[in-house]
């Protein structure tokens, strides 16, 4: 079992920036990669950004390509998501989840954490 805790969410202006922070507890070495994705009000979850544990392949939905980079400590069992020139529509509950694949479908992940609010406004 892995233990996933998000932070870092906010409230910020559009063109701002946040980073988020995933820490992960627990067996990590059983999880192949690690994924963002966020939920809107009303509406569904959707894949942001994947990135493997050993060699750090990502992958990144086309919404936040160029705007957002996922990164890893693998020491310290983190994993990030730098978002960059924000815009009203980013603004979302972030998950972090645990899966095997890079991938962005929502059902390779097997434990998510609780989630974080960001919200960007204009």
């Known amino acids: 079992q892995v233990q996933l805790v998000e932070s870092g969410g906010g409230l910020v202006q559009a063109g701002g920036s946040l980073r988020l922070s995933c820490a992960a507890s627990g067996r990590t070495f059983r999880y192949y990669a690690m994924g963002w994705f966020r939920q809107a009000e009303g509406k569904e979850r959707e894949f942001v950004a994947a990135i493997s544990w050993s060699v750090g392949t990502t992958y990144y939905a086309g919404s936040v390509k160029g705007r957002f980079t996922i990164s890893k400590d693998t020491a310290k069992n983190m994993v990030y998501l730098q978002m960059n020139s924000l815009k009203p529509e980013d603004t979302a509950v972030y998950y972090c989840?645990?899966?095997?694949?890079?991938?962005?479908?929502?059902?390779?992940?097997?434990?998510w954490g609780q989630g974080t609010q960001v919200t960007v406004f204009s």
């Open positions: 989840a645990a899966g095997g694949a890079v991938t962005q479908r929502p059902g390779e992940y097997y434990n």
